[in-house]
Nanobody
Framework: VQLQASGGGLVQAGGSLRLSCAASGRTFYTTAWFRQAPGKEREWVSTIRWSGSNTYYADSVKGRFTISKDNAKKEVYLQMSSLKPEDTAVYYC????????????????????WGQGTQVTVSS
């Protein structure tokens, strides 16, 4: 199964971008976004469950980012607003066929499928 992340780019601080994650024509019970900034470990950003009504965010992005999904298109999105230079990172989508409890959503090892990443650069 291939996950394809897209939508990254260069944006000024305060701007917006929307990332997309497409998964070989299928959907997953749990899909997430992670990011990795230069010189830092990969960190969890957000997770959405199958129905789309359950969404979870890291404190650093809460109120600025919105995760959503379109099951008909088999895509997951990350709408990023009020971007800050510290949001600069490679963003990865990840997925799992099963359930992940809320307290474990930030654990990379629980996700079975990963995309190749898309670069987001926020200039000051």
């Amino acid at each position: 199964v291939q996950l394809q992340a897209s939508g990254g780019g260069l944006v000024q601080a305060g701007g917006s971008l929307r990332l997309s994650c497409a998964a070989s024509g299928r959907t997953f019970y749990t899909t997430a976004w992670f990011r990795q900034a230069p010189g830092k470990e990969r960190e969890w950003v957000s997770t959405i469950r199958w129905s789309g009504s359950n969404t979870y965010y890291a404190d650093s992005v809460k109120g600025r980012f919105t995760i959503s999904k379109d099951n008909a298109k088999k895509e997951v999105y990350l709408q990023m607003s009020s971007l800050k230079p510290e949001d600069t990172a490679v963003y990865y989508c990840a997925a799992k066929d099963g359930h992940i409890i809320v307290s474990a959503m930030n654990r990379e090892g629980l996700y079975d499928y990963w995309g190749q990443g898309t670069q987001v650069t926020v200039s000051s």
